[in-house]
């Protein structure tokens, strides 16, 4: 079976390796993307050092922003992002079709840094069926979270310019007591090796300090 992505320019094709991979039909760029994934836990130091090399890239920055201000909490952790960044960067707000806004913004004269892949994926969960799948007891079988994961992967190796990704290891502590908190660990834990192996540049967060797990 072939699904139109969103904007019908791109085909993406089932996999028989996973019913939830799927690998790209066709468009490929011939100028592909410096890709890089960093890597940390909660208040690490990742998005600092993520805008940082946005900032030293000597491109034009968009920042794709992927949070949801769903409460008082949330709204002053965006507004502290907010306040931090360059003002002239173009802000991309965009909680769940992350590869459309990719495809839309890359350029080779642009750095695309995207805050965070973890948020996203989050929203994901509840925007779709994966959520109330896992509380029940089901098998995750969600269209929205296996397209959207499946697109993301499949874009990135052929967008132009760079692309910087945030996201969060979380699969360091005890295994969690929820369902939804254990499946939200165990896709950000594949969705993180994914996106490292088509990486350039991988970078683990702790402190404030990086250390380079990949290319650098």
Not at 91 to 99: D, K, N, Q, T, Y
Not at 113 to 124: A, G, H
Not at 175 to 186: H, I, K, M, N, S
């Amino acid at each position: 079976p072939v699904t139109v992505f969103p904007g019908g320019t791109i085909l993406y094709r089932a996999s028989t390796e996973s019913r939830r991979i799927m690998r790209p039909g066709g468009c490929f760029c011939n100028n592909p993307a410096m890709i890089e994934l960093i890597l940390g836990g909660a208040r690490s130091g990742k998005s600092a050092l993520a805008e940082q090399r946005a900032a030293e890239s000597g491109l034009g920055v968009s920042y794709i922003a992927t949070a949801q201000a769903g409460d008082a909490e949330m709204a002053r952790r965006i507004a502290h992002h907010q306040a931090r960044r360059a003002q002239h960067w173009v802000l991309v707000e965009e909680p769940l079709h992350l590869a459309a806004a990719l495809n839309d913004h890359a350029a080779a004269d642009r750095c695309l840094l995207v805050d965070c892949l973890t948020l996203w994926l989050t929203n994901l969960l509840y925007a779709g069926s994966a959520a109330q799948q896992a509380e029940a007891g089901e098998a995750v079988n969600c269209p929205l979270l296996a397209f959207e994961t499946a697109a993301l992967l499949d874009c990135l190796p052929n967008l132009p310019g760079r692309v910087i990704l945030v996201s969060n290891e979380v699969g360091l502590g005890i295994v969690p007591l929820g369902a939804v908190t254990r499946l939200y660990v165990d896709d950000a834990g594949r969705m993180n090796q994914s996106i490292a192996r088509i990486a350039q540049r991988v970078t683990f967060v702790a402190a404030g300090l990086p250390l380079e797990l990949k290319g650098g």
